[in-house]
């Protein structure tokens, strides 16, 4: 082994080509953990990307796979295709009956540099098993429409399960999805650990997108659903050590098919030395921020809507949405309407990106009001400087608020977020009270430096051949 650990991080449209959540996160952990050297193995749906991050001097390699582009085959023949073939379909009809089957044959009877795309159409028993499954789900529609939805699905599938993984001690996927099967064909190939780290989980979250979009419908949408489920279950199944942020995640992880004696929760942490610095300077007047970039998940138009019946409740309220509003420009311009609408101009303010702590030195009250979060980093901060914070029950959310109704409330509920805005302004004595409990929650469990350590200790002992522990 070399002298330095080498861990490859497994990405799926992620760091370094988009900032902000696991993006942050990942730069952070390599950050974090100067003593081992990082390979990034990324997962990209189209080339050449700008690289938005300035890489750490651990980083020793970077290798992307578009996964929409099809790779030439370097490797044709040698091998056995119709036995290739027979696993193919053993291993489908495993699928088929509920069960997660070991796919160490098929991967290893693979070539590097093989890729599916032409034989799996093209050879009898590639096609048999396409038009079989086509009778069975799809009998009624045009053959077109599920042998296209067939290959868009596969064809993906066919690129990382042929492409060459880089050389590492570990292989750690930051997800399950494709950068999981990435993930898992290394460990078998490559004969080393796997460790997978989920913020949200993964085939829950590409359901909930594949449902709310218009464009795949019936047995397509059925048949994108079924694979992202296929590859959770294949992930945690191979998995060495299974990660999730909070404790709930941890069991729907383990409902999923996750091993629990291989399952383990290590939250996300901050730099609370950052954020202990912070100097608070009550201004004058009553101020509501929400940090966050300005897009849909964030539900920006909600706050919005909050700050107008606060507004009208606190007359010296000011409300300020403090993030990058670049992202989409359209949404962004339908927030600047609703804000004109209410006519809160002039008492609502788009900061766009700033410096946090600067806001977080007077805010009274940060607010999170997205629809979907895993753990939010914000709230951490803002307690960790001394900001109380009202939010939506998404993720984490409940926990780290203790699961406190007065400062919870359901997504896209802006009359029960004011409700809690409200109840701070009303009550400073109480929640001076609180504000130094989730100052003293955040320094006892949510110190970053400890959760790299964690991670480190990690590294080693899997790297060690040695199972972890406390």
């Excluded at 690129?159 to 460990?187: C, N, Q, R, W």
């Excluded at 309220?317 to 990058?324: H, R, S, W």
Aim: net charge positive; aromatic share 12%.
């Amino acid at each position: 082994m070399r002298e330095k650990i080498r861990v490859c991080l497994v990405l799926e449209g992620s760091y370094p080509y988009v900032t902000g959540g696991v993006s942050s996160w990942v730069q952070q952990l390599i950050q974090g953990i100067p003593e081992v050297d990082f390979i990034l193995y990324t997962i990209s749906p189209k080339k050449n990307q700008t690289v938005h991050y300035t890489f750490p001097e651990n980083v020793r390699g970077h290798t992307d796979v578009v996964i929409s582009e099809k790779l030439k085959n370097s490797r044709k023949g040698g091998f056995n295709k119709k036995e290739l073939f027979k696993k193919i379909n053993e291993m489908h009809q495993l699928f088929e009956l509920g069960s997660i089957p070991d796919i160490d044959s098929v991967v290893n009877f693979i070539p590097e540099g093989y890729f599916l795309y032409h034989d799996a159409v093209k050879r009898k028993e590639g096609w048999e098993l396409i038009t079989e499954s086509n009778q069975k789900r799809n009998p009624v529609y045009p053959f077109s429409d599920y042998y296209w939805a067939w290959k868009s699905t596969h064809d993906m599938m066919f690129t990382i399960m042929g492409f060459a993984p880089p050389e590492a001690d570990l292989y750690h996927a930051v997800s399950t999805g494709y950068a999981g099967l990435a993930a898992l064909i290394a460990k078998i190939k490559k004969r080393k650990p796997y460790l997978l780290t989920e913020h949200g989980l993964y085939h829950k979250e590409r359901e909930i997108e594949i449902r709310r979009t218009s464009l795949i419908k019936g047995y397509q949408r059925d048949m994108w659903i079924k694979i992202y489920s296929a590859l959770s279950k294949l992930s945690y199944r191979y998995a060495d050590l299974v990660i999730s942020l909070f404790e709930y995640n941890r069991r729907m992880q383990i409902e999923f098919g996750a091993d629990e004696d291989k399952t383990l929760v290590i939250p996300n942490g901050i730099d609370v030395e950052r954020f202990l610095a912070v100097k608070r300077e009550k201004r004058p007047g009553f101020h509501v921020g929400l940090v966050g970039r300005v897009v849909p998940i964030k539900d920006i138009k909600t706050f919005i809507a909050m700050s107008k019946i606060v507004s009208g409740k606190i007359p010296e309220a000011q409300f300020y949405c403090i993030g990058p509003a670049d992202e989409d420009a359209g949404y962004y311009e339908d927030c600047k309407l609703l804000v004109n609408s209410f006519h809160l101009t002039g008492r609502f303010h788009f900061t766009g990106r700033q410096d946090v702590r600067e806001y977080y030195a007077f805010l009274d009250v940060l607010l999170l009001t997205s629809i979907r979060e895993a753990q939010p980093l914000v709230l951490l901060e803002g307690f960790c400087a001394g900001v109380p914070a009202v939010a939506t029950r998404v993720g984490n959310v409940p926990e780290l608020l203790d699961y406190d109704e007065r400062f919870l409330s359901p997504s896209k509920d802006p009359e029960k977020l004011a409700e809690g805005v409200e109840y701070i302004y009303k009550n400073p004595g109480i929640m001076k009270i609180i504000v130094e409990k989730n100052k003293e929650k955040v320094l006892q469990f949510y110190d970053r430096r400890e959760v790299f350590n964690r991670y480190h200790r990690i590294y080693k002992n899997l790297t060690e051949g040695k199972e972890w522990q406390e």
